[in-house]
C-alpha cells in the first residue's frame, strides 16, 4: 500500500504579506542588516533599529518598495503622522522630484496589490539580508 505523502500547507496570502514586512521593515531600519543603530528619516534622532518604526511616504500603497520606506521614530511616524512635509522634502533631495512623482503615479495603479509571486519574492530576498535579526 503507498503511503501518502503529506500535503505541504500552502500559505495565506496575509501571512505572506505580514512576513515580507517584518523583513523589509528590518531592513529598512538596519539599513540593509549592516547597522544596529540608524537615525529618524525625518527628525534625525538616533535610535536602535528596535526602537525604530519603518515609515511609509505614500500610506496603504507601495509597503514592499524601498523609496517610500525610511527609518522613523515612532514621534515622527505615530503622533506625527508620518512628518509628511519634512518627508517629502528629504526624499525629493534623496531620489529626485522626478522619481517621487514617478512613484506617487506607480502608486495608484500598483496600491498594496501584490502577488503570490512577488511576496515570495521579496521574503526571499530580504530573509538573506536581515539574517541575525
Not at 33 to 43: A, L, P, Q, V
Not at 105 to 131: A, D, M
Request: with cysteine; net charge positive.
Amino acid at each position: 500500500m503507498k503511503k501518502n505523502k503529506p500535503k505541504k500547507k500552502i500559505r495565506t496570502l496575509k501571512s505572506l504579506k505580514d512576513e515580507a514586512w517584518r523583513l523589509i521593515s528590518i531592513f529598512v531600519r538596519t539599513n540593509g542588516g549592516k547597522i544596529e543603530y540608524n537615525f529618524c528619516f525625518t527628525c534625525g534622532v538616533r535610535k536602535h533599529y528596535k526602537e525604530l518604526q519603518c515609515g511609509h511616504y505614500i500610506h496603504n500603497r507601495l509597503d514592499y518598495e524601498l523609496n517610500n520606506l525610511k527609518p522613523q521614530c515612532p514621534s515622527c511616524n505615530k503622533w506625527k503622522s508620518g512628518n509628511l512635509g519634512v518627508y517629502g522634502e528629504r526624499l525629493i533631495k534623496e531620489i529626485g522630484l522626478k522619481k517621487v512623482d514617478k512613484m506617487r503615479l506607480w502608486s495608484y495603479k500598483k496600491g498594496n496589490n501584490y502577488n503570490r509571486q512577488e511576496l515570495e519574492k521579496i521574503i526571499k530576498k530580504y530573509r538573506l539580508s536581515t539574517k541575525g535579526y
